[in-house]
């Protein structure tokens, strides 16, 4: 869902993270950090160094969001004014 999601945004090349020239250490945390993630939605972005944030989210999500946004873990953020 994740890849139909940004697919649907424009055109994005197979492997976004070649795109952004993310270190392989960066995506592999990233994908880590996923499995702990309860939302599905944010599960399959995080791979990409996308996230949401939202008031829809448990707590854990969203520190984990803000965490990696504060550590420049993200290219992209789409967030509502929670």
Same mark, same amino acid.
């Given at each position: 869902m994740g890849y139909t999601l940004v697919k649907n945004l424009g055109e994005v090349p197979p492997d976004i993270n070649k795109l952004n020239n993310v270190s392989y250490q960066t995506v592999h945390a990233l994908?880590?950090?996923?499995?702990s993630i309860s939302d599905p939605t944010l599960k399959d972005l995080l791979p990409f160094e996308i996230a949401i944030h939202?008031? /829809?989210l448990s707590r854990a999500d969203r520190s984990l969001v803000? /965490?990696?946004?504060?550590? /420049?873990?993200l290219s992209l953020l789409i967030s509502t004014t929670t």
């Open positions: 994908e880590r950090d996923s499995q939202h008031a /829809g803000e /965490g990696l946004f504060s550590g /420049g873990s």
